[in-house]
């Protein structure tokens, strides 16, 4: 089963930029749909974005601010996240599965660790 591992998080004032990383360890990453949740303390985790080779998919809070994207020869996914607001504090995890549907289900068949953000306002 893949494994992954997210890195990237960090402390940063708000309208800032961070860009989050997802190292997997499967051979067959290319053919894995990746994306990202996040949790905010006391709420449930949510869906953040979700990409295939020929599909991707944001949730309306993030669009036009954070970008998904992969490098299949590194077996890494990132997600660029800019004009930052205090509300997108939480943990971001990083998820695999072999359909985006699942992804964005929530029910993933693989989970990174987290990583945490924090915007300061």
């Known amino acids: 089963q893949v494994q992954l591992e997210d890195s990237g998080g960090g402390l940063v004032q708000a309208g800032g930029s961070l860009r989050l990383s997802c190292a997997a360890s499967?051979?067959?990453?290319?053919?894995?749909?990746m994306g990202w949740f996040r949790q905010a303390p006391g709420k449930e985790r949510e869906f953040v974005a979700a990409?295939?080779?020929?599909?991707?998919r944001y949730a309306d809070s993030v669009k036009g601010r954070f970008t998904i994207s992969r490098d299949n020869a590194k077996n890494t996914v990132y997600l660029q996240l800019k004009s930052l607001k205090p509300e997108d504090t939480g943990v971001y995890y990083c998820?695999?599965?072999?359909?985006?549907?699942?992804?964005?289900?929530?029910?993933?068949?693989?989970w990174g660790q987290g990583t945490q953000v924090t915007v300061s306002s």
């Open positions: 499967e051979r067959t990453f290319s053919t894995y749909a």
């Open positions: 998820a695999a599965d072999g359909r985006i549907v699942k992804i964005v289900a929530g029910t993933p068949v693989a």
């Open positions: 990409m295939t080779s020929n599909d991707v």
